[in-house]
């Protein structure tokens, strides 16, 4: 197993939607992350940081995974979906050819702590219809890997040697996303299909690494053949840990517009102000 760290990309203060305060990894212009595009995290007990939430906005040629630790979102789209995640749970959507949603706090939410991903979506599905998924906290499957918890949201993985899926397959890019709790003193052996990008968003603690690396930060694993590491941490560590199919396409990104040229975005600013969605 192989721990050895190909780069960590720092997370910066942000915020988006109507004032809502985050953490953001902004990978549009990274390879290595491939096929993540963006790792927003929103963490606060103050309403104000996070009530205006994310009003009705477009998107296309990407897909949003957004998983909740504790509070309460609404999606609301254009086509007519509606669903509420609590804590725990999961959405996925696909915004293929062109979504408006919303994304909205519950009101009696005590606090939010949640994570949005963006994946890309190769350019053979970016004109795809669009799609929707809720997920509730009970369809994601839980693994105890002896002292360490593993919360399997997407994809194929092992486990200390245990094939684990989680509740999402049919993501852009094979992507999978895990949430795991080290206790201190703990470790735990996880793979990826051989040929995936394999990254740790560490949100609470720290893994023990070859070096030091700035909280909030995403470790993208370097990965050969196999695409494995084993997490260990002498103090207790939360973190996410994403893998994917590199797609290798170039990039062209405007706003919640993720496309292939430029031509291809200036035809997705046109269709979205005549109302093409």
Excluded at 121 to 136: C, E, G, S, T
Excluded at 175 to 190: C, F, R, T
Excluded at 228 to 233: E, F, G, H, V
Excluded at 248 to 271: L, R, S
Aim: negative net charge; hydrophobic residues 40%; proline residues 6%.
């Amino acid at each position: 197993m192989s721990n050895s760290v190909q780069r960590v990309i720092r997370s910066h203060p942000s915020s988006d939607g109507d004032g809502v305060k985050i953490r953001r990894v902004a990978l549009f212009n990274e390879t290595v992350s491939d096929p993540f595009l963006m790792i927003d995290e929103l963490r606060s007990d103050n309403p104000k940081d996070y009530i205006g939430g994310f009003p009705p906005h477009p998107h296309r040629g990407m897909e949003t995974l957004t998983y909740l630790r504790q509070g309460g979102l609404e999606h609301r789209d254009h086509l007519g979906n509606r669903g509420m995640i609590h804590s725990g749970g999961a959405q996925w959507m696909s915004a293929g050819r062109g979504i408006i949603h919303s994304e909205m706090p519950s009101r009696e939410a005590n606090g939010l702590h949640g994570f949005q991903l963006w994946i890309n979506l190769p350019a053979v599905n970016k004109m795809q219809a669009p799609d929707y998924r809720d997920v509730p906290a009970t369809e994601i499957p839980v693994v105890q890997a002896g002292d360490v918890t593993v919360k399997a949201i997407a994809g194929s993985w092992s486990v200390n040697g245990e094939t684990v899926e989680g509740a999402l397959m049919n993501m852009a890019a094979n992507a999978g996303i895990l949430d795991v709790e080290l206790p201190a003193g703990s470790n735990v052996a996880i793979s990826a299909p051989a040929g995936h990008s394999l990254m740790a968003f560490v949100y609470d603690g720290e893994l023990d690494l070859e070096s030091a690396v700035a909280p909030k930060s995403l470790v993208v694993f370097a990965t050969g053949e196999n695409s494995d590491c084993t997490l260990t941490s002498s103090t207790g560590a939360h973190l996410l840990l994403l893998a994917g199919k590199p797609i290798k396409e170039k990039i062209v990104h405007y706003g919640p517009f993720v496309m292939n040229t430029v031509a291809e975005i200036e035809q997705t600013i046109d269709d979205y102000n005549r109302g093409r969605f």
